[in-house]
């Protein structure tokens, strides 16, 4: 089916967008939120298993602590109210990814509630308004087997696996979020990457989108001025911070186009393809009627008492916006360079390389150069191209000390992210070192000299700029391993210039 | 009147993913709503100053240490298992159905 979708200009001009995300998170416990099995990504079938994650009968679920403290911390961090007393709930539904039958989740008490996250886009601060925060259980893993194509569809079985089934899982609900117009695509991926920044600062999560420990739902609608809201749908499968900016825009441009032709937008769940950038329609949205939440009789309600939860607020740790402004005053960045290097995904990454032992300066220019450049060729997370901060300093280290020359340095630098080793080991192994042996430069220099007596007549005559030719063919017989201003120092002195 | 519908009844059953016949659809529609017409009259005799009950005992807080305890083996976890396929439950197919999240 082929459409034409109107410009993103134009449907902004037409229509206002209201968003909203619902972002999961797996918790970075030690075990399950029922249950004492471990909860480390991957590891073969069904080998985290017990009777309680598998809803075997007569088992019965016990809450873990860390994990109530975790999403109770990161309702904090949100700015949000935490419920005095709040059950759990008992979400039934019918589908093998839950062995139990049902999910047991929270309902109308989540643990934490209306709260905000102040989120920066272009420069201006948005305030998204946080709905709930609650604690749930994730799934196991479904591998549709049988049919030509491996997805659900023309699959003739399915084959489970319940080592993900009972980790904790937070969910984590905005407002809805109006008035953002043509900046809303932006404004979603904004307040991802805030949150993850949030959740990862607090140490209970490792927020990998890649992975799936951090999970987003894109609701979308659209509306004429000054008309209700339209009806919304909900993306999901939005598993990349671009993704999340892509499938609010090409909701908003689908809604437009169907909108436009006077046709209705359907409330539905949508899918989102990380290869076309589209959505695709997924099942009608079942109502919350037919999961039959009650609350679950298995576990006692939780009463968070307050000396606890002042004891979490106190340890909350320095939070990722402040941070950020204490780091542009200590590095003495503008504003715009600051924003590349959040834009980038860099600030924890500069840190570290600075905390051992680069100037922030020499940090950020590896950091945004090279390895953005890197990052972005590969299309993967600064953070996974590859180098540690700890390699970083080390390279710059070596540079300081006169042992590599900026060239030198970015070909060890494509040792270290192709996986060699350490910078010292990849310079010593390709015998990358500058030529600090003076009598070899020397011998080199001579040779230049004899290769090209007119340049030297110019430079004994006083056109010390001549020089520039002699240190170039120095630099290519030493194959750009001597610091060029040795070489030029070397050059004159030679020729008494 | 009925507590319940024959077509709520119909609506339970799918969402039970339970074939129900035309025939166990009457019968169970009288039954449940024999249930419900009982747990009504309970409900009656409520006062406004009794706060619904999800929990007899009056506990809060039981919580467990965030320790790894050891489970079952694949072995053991797929032994009661109808049939099962690569250490993973077999399951029949499922047709465009929900899942949690």
Redesign the interface.
Known sequence: MTTTLPAYDEVVARFEPVIGLETHVELGTNTKMWCGCPTDFGGEPNTRVCPVCLGLPGSLPVANKAAIEATIRIGLALNCSIAEWCRFARKNYFYPDMPKNFQISQYDEPLCFDGYLDVEVNGEMVRIGIERVHLEEDTGKTLHVGGATGRIHGATESLVDYNRAGIPLVEIVTKPIPGTGALAPEVARAYVAELRDVIRSLGVSDVRMEEGSLRCDVNTSLNRPGEEWGTRTETKNVNSLRSVERAVRSEMLRQASVLEAGGRITQETRHFHEDTGDTTSGRSKETATDYRYFPEPDLVPLAPDTAWVAELKAALPELPRLRRKRIQQDWGLSDLDMQSVVNAGAVELIEATVAAGATPAAARKWWLGELSRRANETGVELADVGATPAQVAELQGLVDAGKLNDKLARTVLEGVVAGEGSPTEIMTNRNLEVVSDTGALTAAVDEAIAANPDVADKIRSGKVAAAGALVGAVMKTTRGQADAKTVRELILARLGA | MAAISREEVAHLAR???LAVTEEELDTFAGQLDVILQSVAQVGEVAAADIPPT??S?P????????????????QE??S?APDA?????????????????
Do not use: M, W, Y
């Not at chain 2, 809060?60 to 079952?72: A, H, Q």
């Not at chain 2, 439950?89 to 949690?100: G, K, M, S």
């Open positions: 969402l039970s993913r999800s929990h005992v506990l809060t807080n039981v919580l467990r240490e965030d320790v790894v305890r050891p489970g079952l083996t694949p976890a797929l009661g396929e690569e250490q993973r439950f077999r399951v029949p197919r499922i047709l465009d159905e929900d899942v949690a999240s």
